[in-house]
């Protein structure tokens, strides 16, 4: 046995016999197992140094989860979801030896793969449906109770909007170009966009409709409620959803209503083009 074990590590012996410990050169047969038993500490320290680390590992582990949660959070799957049975679902494709590609691929888990684009529409509808009528609700009943606070005004358009501080120029018209600090909140109080003096911030600064009517890339409920405030003043405005986002927007659930707080740093006066630049 010890003679066919020498011929089937020969190479790996030949390799090592240099490093491998000094054995008695009266007794070859010890120095050959000396220089296997070397060759073989060696090959497996190389097949483990092959295998990635702990930390790799774990940094691996971390960032496939972090993938799962981008998926769930970026198609809008909700906090409802059972993780229960999410790692049920991995552990089911995990352990599957058979063939991704069977026909019959369908009878071989507990839900059919075939109806994943279905399930999960109907699901993400179904969340959006009901955030838009929580969120259009909510809103709802707390414009009813702010259009009750002492100065608060309404309009036709049912946005709400409430004078800080008097400005000391004259009022802001619809094609203006406004310079403002705002502060932009949900009706919980949570604040979502800003641009802030005391954070060193340069005023944000737009037309307020573009000319011709067009808005120029604000909200329809700025466009009315900031022509009630005028330079040097600030303003609240309580934005019902549909002078706001309406269905939503890329981070901005459906029907949310808005509050924000203005302040207007300066306001350039539109000047009708003369003839010449209009046609041109």
Not at 193 to 217: A, I
Not at 236 to 257: C, H, K
């Amino acid at each position: 046995m010890k003679t066919a074990r020498f011929f089937a590590v020969l190479a790996a012996a030949t390799m090592v016999l240099a490093c491998a410990p000094k054995a008695n050169v009266d007794d070859p047969e010890a120095a050959a197992e000396a220089a296997i038993n070397a060759a073989e500490e060696q090959a497996n320290t190389k097949l483990s140094d092959l295998l990635p680390s702990k930390s790799l590992t774990d940094s691996v582990s971390y960032l496939v989860g972090f993938n799962f949660g981008y998926f769930i959070k970026a198609n809008n799957f909700g906090e409802d979801l059972n993780y229960a049975q999410i790692k049920r679902g991995m552990m089911d494709v995990i352990n599957y030896d058979g063939d991704m590609h069977d026909p019959q691929l369908e009878t071989k888990f507990k839900i059919d793969p075939n109806l994943m684009n279905e399930l999960f529409g109907k699901y993400i509808q179904m969340q959006s449906e009901y955030k838009a009528e929580k969120n259009k609700r909510n809103g709802e009943t707390f414009l009813e109770k702010n259009k009750k606070k002492n100065g608060v005004m309404v309009t036709e358009s049912g946005l709400q909007y409430q004078i800080v501080a008097e400005g000391d120029g004259e009022a802001i018209s619809e094609n203006d170009t406004l310079e403002v600090y705002y502060v932009g909140t949900y009706i919980d109080g949570k604040e979502f966009d800003s641009c802030k003096e005391e954070d060193g911030k340069d005023p944000f600064q737009f037309q307020l409709c573009g000319g011709n009517g067009y808005r120029g890339g604000v909200i329809a409920g700025w466009v009315e409620g900031l022509q009630y405030a005028s330079k040097g003043g600030e303003i609240n405005l309580y934005i019902p959803s549909e002078l706001a986002y309406g269905r939503g927007s890329y981070q901005m659930e459906p029907n949310q209503t808005l509050v924000f707080n203005v302040k207007v740093v300066d306001v350039k006066k539109y000047v009708e083009p003369a003839a010449e630049e209009v046609a041109e």
